[in-house]
């Protein structure tokens, strides 16, 4: 991983890595994150599988995503970002078009999980740890609108998708969104560059601002996040299916969730600004609370306009939770350990998200019902906020301590 630039190398390129940078987390992690959402109902009614089944290929991406996370991190630091992002772009999108013909499930585990691995685990950790080295001020509001790019295509991608499988049928769209990856992303990336780094800019420092040991901050750090994306995970993976279940179509329920994503780009940004002010601790205890006070709503609702007004106001504050991971694991690892530190909790994060997604269809084929699936969502999500509460006490006992 490069040094950091020195304040007179804030220049104005810093803005290409950041729309570089977003654009590509939106199409790829759009995909890999809840993309599948969107295909679950015609995938059940073509193949006749189980949903708790389809569910599944979700989470072997995730697997995969964790994984990779964890190793690209480390390549990241080793071989340089740029590289790493290049080579996340070509598996991604040959390995979701490749899915588009596969005739069983076992292919599709297969080669959703080698897009997580080699696809969104090179692309997610290291592009956030080149955001935040490039801008050395303003990191947290930085960081926030990349989120945001991400949370743009989590609604976008099934969004979309929903068009396609209703104009082309669903292997058709998951072909085209394949392709459309390789062909937009490619030259973005080639974009991408690691910072300038001057004579005069000293070498990344070890220590952690706490006086923590940067290892015990990251598994800390780490536990907290799988039950926080658990939690995350459910609306995101069957929010859809739950509002077709309610009588209504795919572009309608899927038009739900492009609003909750769309007001999330704005929760993100709002929340990535929070961190520079109160620290990445409290506004990720503020984003994490909101998301566990209102997950379990969802099963309550029947209307469509009630689906929006519900999911507007619980987009904007579960927006910012990931947002603040990312601040709060910049702030508080060491500065030479931010990608590999990163990576860790990422997959970590992943790999709670392929829980929630996996439990959501498994309690649904158990119960025909969804109202466990959102409940343990709630439940994961007190989990997280008592994990993370215990951190910030400890952080705030050491006399070490200069930032949050």
């Known amino acids: 991983m490069a040094q950091p630039i020195s304040t007179d190398q804030q220049q104005p390129y810093r803005w290409v890595i950041l729309a570089v940078s977003t654009v590509i987390l939106a199409i790829i992690m759009g995909q890999l994150v809840n993309g599948l959402s969107v295909y679950f109902v015609p995938m059940e009614a073509s193949e006749g599988w189980r949903r708790g089944d389809i569910a599944l290929v979700n989470t072997s991406g995730l697997v995969g995503l964790a994984i990779g996370s964890t190793v690209m991190g480390f390549a990241a630091e080793r071989f340089g970002i740029k590289r790493v992002v290049l080579m996340g772009i070509v598996a991604t999108g040959v390995a979701i078009a490749l899915a588009s013909r596969a005739a069983e499930l076992w292919q599709f585990y297969g080669l959703f999980f080698l897009a997580g691995m080699f696809g969104g685990g090179a692309i997610s950790a290291p592009i956030m740890a080149l955001v935040g080295t490039w801008f050395t001020i303003g990191a947290g509001l930085a ?5 945001a790019g991400q949370a743009l295509g989590q609604g976008g991608m099934p969004f979309s998708g929903a068009y396609l499988i209703e104009a ?6 998951m072909l085209a969104q394949g392709l459309a990856t390789l062909v937009l992303l490619f030259p973005l990336g080639l974009l991408l560059r690691d910072p300038v780094v001057s004579e005069n800019t000293v070498a990344l420092s070890e220590e952690t601002p706490s006086g923590l040991r940067n290892g015990l901050i990251t598994i800390w750090l780490a536990i907290a996040v799988v039950f926080c994306c658990t939690c995350m995970a459910v609306p995101l993976m069957h929010l859809v299916p739950l509002i077709q279940g309610r ?5 309608e329920a899927g038009g739900v969730a492009m609003l909750m994503l769309s007001v999330a780009i704005v929760g993100r940004v709002a929340f990535g600004k929070l961190t520079d002010i109160i620290g990445g601790i ?3 205890l503020l984003a994490s609370g909101w998301q566990t006070a209102f997950v379990f709503g ?22 910012g939770v990931m947002t603040t991971i990312i601040v709060t694991t910049r702030n508080m690892t060491a500065p030479a350990r931010r990608a590999s530190s990163l990576g860790i909790v990422m ?9 929630g ?16 699936t959102f409940a343990n969502a709630a439940i994961a999500g007190v989990i997280n906020l008592l994990i993370v509460s215990a951190l910030w006490i400890t952080v705030n006992r050491q006399p070490a301590l200069r930032a949050t």
């Open 298 to 319: 969802f099963y309550f609702l029947h209307r469509l306009d009630a689906f929006y007004l519900y999911a507007a106001v619980y987009g904007f504050g579960y927006a």
């Open 282 to 284: 409290p506004a990720y």
């Open 143 to 147: 960081i926030g609108i990349a989120s």
């Open 168 to 173: 082309w049928g669903w292997r058709n769209a």
């Open 247 to 251: 009588g209504f179509s795919a572009p």
């Open 357 to 372: 997604g996996w439990q959501g269809g498994y309690m649904f084929d158990l119960t025909a019902d969804y109202r466990w």
């Open 347 to 355: 997959a970590f994060a992943y790999l709670g998200h392929g829980i």
